[in-house]
């Protein structure tokens, strides 16, 4: 069963031309929909960033071709 979402109202300041590139580049139907998932697009990459970086740490990822530098 999915996750009950509370949407509430927010009134920002956002540069028009961005958001209406968003909302192209994201196929959505509506402004609000396309910020949205900019939104959970943004946390999601945050947090698969922040493991990566536990998992180096822990040095149990290591990059075979040395192409990623230490963070």
Known sequence: ?????QVVRK???L??????RLVKEL?????SEAIRIAID????TNEVMANVREL???GTLRDAYKRVGKS
Do not use: D, G, Y
Not at 15 to 20: A, H, P, R, T
């Open 41 to 44: 697009n943004l946390l999601l």
């Open 27 to 31: 196929k959505t139907k509506s402004e």
């Open 11 to 13: 009134n920002v300041m």
């Open 56 to 58: 180096r740490r822990r």
């Open 1 to 5: 069963m999915a996750k009950s979402l």
């Open 15 to 20: 540069e028009e031309k961005k958001v209406q």
